[in-house]
T-cell receptor
Framework: GEEVAQTPKHLVRGEGQKAKLYCAPIKGHSYVFWYQQVLKNEFKFLISFQNENVFDETGMPKERFSAKCLPNSPCSLEIQATKLEDSAVYFC?????????????FGSGTRLTVV | QQQVKQSPQSLIVQKGGISIINCAYENTAFDYFPWYQQFPGKGPALLIAIRPDVSEKKEGRFTISFNKSAKQFSLHIMDSQPGDSATYFCAARLKLVFGTGTRLLVSP
């Protein structure tokens, strides 16, 4: 499709529980990016993939966060043992290689609330 | 990680006025400078973008001005409308780095 589909739209987890977020990139886009947007609007880069390979994971908190993009499946971002500070909106974006098109297309986000 | 500085944090403009949002960057390797518009509850949507080999780009009421030597770029919204009320983010790519956002309110 022509949109980045993120599910679920809202997710509530108790502290210590696991959270799993999904992202289906636009068909034909080989790059996928995850961003965390916290209350002050700042976007924090988490991780990017080129197809199923991790491209850049410099933003990932290594202890509790993991992500995958497997062939023929939505990409996923998983947070083990969630903490209150993980409450944020998580955005996924996809793009073609920069040689083709520089633009990123964002999904509508998943709002994670940790209580 | 903050390599793109954005100002002002919020802006109130009268209908028909000009909205101006400024950004400054540090990394001279950035090669693409987009502006995103975000409405509450939605993801950022690409509004307009510029490459560093161009000093200005205009699309409808939206114009980007780019000053490579000063490492600054700005968004101008001409004839601002209430429907333009949103949060605007500048960004810079290698890996997309966002500014901190400007909340624009256009009063009727």
């Amino acid at each position: 499709g022509e949109e980045v589909a993120q599910t679920p739209k809202h997710l509530v987890r108790g502290e210590g529980q696991k959270a799993k977020l999904y992202c289906a990139p636009i068909k034909g886009h080989s790059y996928v990016f995850w961003y965390q947007q916290v209350l002050k609007n700042e976007f924090k880069f988490l991780i990017s993939f080129q197809n199923e390979n991790v491209f850049d994971e410099t933003g990932m908190p290594k202890e509790r966060f993991s992500a995958k993009c497997l062939p023929n499946s939505p990409c996923s971002l998983e947070i083990q043992a969630t903490k209150l500070e993980d409450s944020a909106v998580y955005f996924c974006a996809s793009s073609q290689p920069r040689e083709i098109n520089y633009g990123y297309t964002f999904g509508s986000g998943t709002r994670l609330t940790v209580v | 990680q903050q390599q793109v500085k954005q100002s002002p944090q919020s802006l109130i403009v009268q209908k028909g006025g000009i909205s101006i949002i400024n950004c400054a960057y540090e990394n001279t390797a950035f090669d693409y400078f987009p502006w995103y518009q975000q409405f509450p509850g939605k993801g950022p949507a690409l509004l307009i973008a510029i490459r560093p080999d161009v000093s200005e780009k205009k699309e409808g009421r939206f114009t980007i001005s780019f000053n490579k030597s000063a490492k600054q770029f700005s968004l101008h919204i001409m004839d601002s409308q209430p429907g333009d009320s949103a949060t605007y983010f500048c960004a810079a790519r290698l890996k997309l780095v966002f500014g901190t956002g400007t909340r624009l309110l256009v009063s009727p």
